[in-house]
């Protein structure tokens, strides 16, 4: 069982930033990725982006440029770097992990709220 826990959102204004940490309760070296996903207000769970066991990374279309996913594996943690906010990056922001016996977790969430 693994256990992920976010932190680190909270309300910006547009164009300011905001790192998410995801902390991972046991190593993640082995896992096949880690990433994050966002909930908005009424719509459902899309993919922010991916860090895969090797380091490659992937990024939806409308975060490339302005967001960087990173691993600490001494920590167990990925982080999510977010700049340049807009409002339509409000939403709740879901840490997700696949192992390798491609088992995926998900943690609790974090809200992020940009204001214009």
């Known amino acids: 069982q693994v256990q992920l826990m976010e932190s680190g959102g909270g309300s910006v204004q547009t164009g300011g930033s905001l790192r998410l940490s995801c902390a991972a309760s046991?190593?993640?070296?082995?896992?096949?990725?880690m990433g994050w996903y966002r909930q908005p207000p009424g719509n459902q769970r899309e993919l922010v982006a991916r860090?895969?066991?090797?380091?490659?990374?992937l990024y939806a279309d409308s975060v490339k440029g302005r967001f960087t996913i990173s691993k600490d594996l001494a920590k167990n943690t990925i982080y999510l770097q977010m700049n340049s906010l807009k409002p339509e990056d409000t939403a709740v922001y879901f840490c997700?992990?696949?192992?390798?016996?491609?088992?995926?977790?998900w943690g609790q969430g974090t809200q992020v709220t940009v204001s214009s």
């Open positions: 046991g190593s993640i070296f082995s896992f096949n990725y």
């Open positions: 997700t992990a696949e192992t390798p016996s491609n088992e995926a977790y």
């Open positions: 860090i895969f066991r090797w380091g490659s990374s």
